[in-house]
């Protein structure tokens, strides 16, 4: 049976939630922006329409996950007095607190969003590390991994390109997943993933360690500026068919882009690669391949962004991008966070996509703007 000090604090992050998300000022907003919905001409042009109604669903999820967690409080109340005259029983109580608790933590999770590329889709790639077919077997743990926890959040995911293994698993994976922030929640994966198992592929059973980088950046859409020079486009052709067989694809469909990146505050160049095979359709690749160009591009601004950002905020912790940020012990039932220490020992759990806690600490760690400031 929960206490009356948990009611209360219960109570009193809703009370804070309403001030954080000024519920008052989003509930005017949506008045307004409503109003502009209503102009006769307001289909005339729909790629903006089609903005304004982003924003407006956009403002209404913030309004209805309040609504919803202070209805979920008050039952919550309501319970805690019936059950004083013997209404209800103990357990329907504790499932109520359950409820409520956990819808609360959500919304206070999805306040920490609130960066401008935090709502946006992501694309998710994947690279074996050295190590052969025990590193691509991992890569490709880690991609059914993504896939579970996409699927279990409602999040549309599309493969747009993928590099079998020599033997088994994959060398590289390049996934779309489209959600609701979806980058805000994936963006704590990026970074190199150690497995620490006994190997199946060891004639000995020797344990062994293998590594997987993953990266993530926001996926733009047309909304987003972002300047593609076109002078430095290059463009191949490949067969983007499978091991043979009907799936041979006859004809260069698949496509892969070169781009001549010159970096504008250091003059620096390197060459962006880009391959896409998602489509039978070669313009349909270059199309996507051209999307996720752009998607670079400004994840590189972004970091660009978040680096002056961070000499700025010295005092404030740093995030290591690129290093080793989490360890899989599978005969040891641990995963270890070595940012924030979180760790479970529920290695078939997380394996099954259950990453939830993982995103919940980096969040409450390494939130660049925390409830508390605003």
């Known amino acids: 049976m929960i206490t009356s000090d948990q009611l209360k ?89 359950a409820r409520t608790l956990e819808a609360l933590e959500e919304l206070e999770l999805r306040n920490m969003l609130r960066q401008e590329e935090d709502s946006m889709d992501c694309v998710l790639k994947i690279n ?10 991992w890569a490709s743990m880690l991609m059914r991994m993504y896939m579970r926890y996409a699927e279990a959040h409602g999040y549309k995911c599309t ?50 360690t293998s590594f997987a980088s993953v990266f993530v950046t926001p996926l733009v859409d047309d909304t987003i500026e972002v300047y593609v ?15 043979g067989g009907q799936n041979v694809n006859k004809v260069e469909t698949g496509v892969r882009l070169r781009y001549q990146y010159k970096d504008p505050d250091t003059g620096e160049e390197e060459e962006i690669l880009i391959e896409n095979t998602e489509s039978r359709k070669q313009l349909e690749n270059r199309e996507n391949a051209m999307r996720l160009l752009r998607s670079q591009l400004y994840d590189r601004a972004l970091q660009k962004r978040k680096a002056a950002q961070a000499k700025i905020e010295a005092g404030k912790k740093k995030i290591e991008w690129g290093s080793q940020i ?20 529920d290695v078939g759990g997380v394996m099954d996509g259950k990453i939830d806690g993982f995103i919940k600490a980096y969040l409450m760690e390494f939130s660049e703007k925390g409830a508390d400031e605003n």
Request: glycine share 8%; proline share 2%.
């Open 9 to 97: 604090d219960i109570q009193a992050r809703v009370q804070a939630l309403y001030r954080y998300l000024d519920i008052e000022a989003k509930t005017m907003q949506l008045e307004e922006e409503r109003l502009r919905t209503q102009d006769p001409g307001f289909w005339d042009d729909a790629k903006r329409a089609e903005e304004q109604m982003k924003k407006v669903k956009g403002i209404e999820k913030w309004i209805e996950g309040y609504k919803h967690v202070k209805m979920l409080t008050d039952e919550l109340e309501l319970a805690c007095d019936f059950y004083k005259d013997d209404m209800v029983t103990e357990e329907e109580v504790d499932e109520t607190y």
């Open 229 to 243: 020079d076109p002078s430095r486009v290059s463009w191949d052709l490949f067969r983007s068919g499978g091991a």
């Open 128 to 137: 074996s590390g050295a190590g052969g077919t025990e590193s691509q077997d």
């Open 326 to 345: 989490r360890s899989y012990v599978f005969d040891d039932r641990r995963v270890k966070d070595h940012r924030t220490g979180f760790q479970t020992s």
């Open 159 to 208: 493969i747009s390109h993928l590099q079998d293994g020599d033997e088994a698993g994959i060398k590289t994976v390049t996934m779309e997943i489209e959600g609701d922030d979806a980058y805000g929640y994936l963006k704590s994966e990026n970074g190199v993933h150690r497995l620490v198992r006994v190997s199946p592929y060891n004639a000995q059973g020797k344990r062994m």
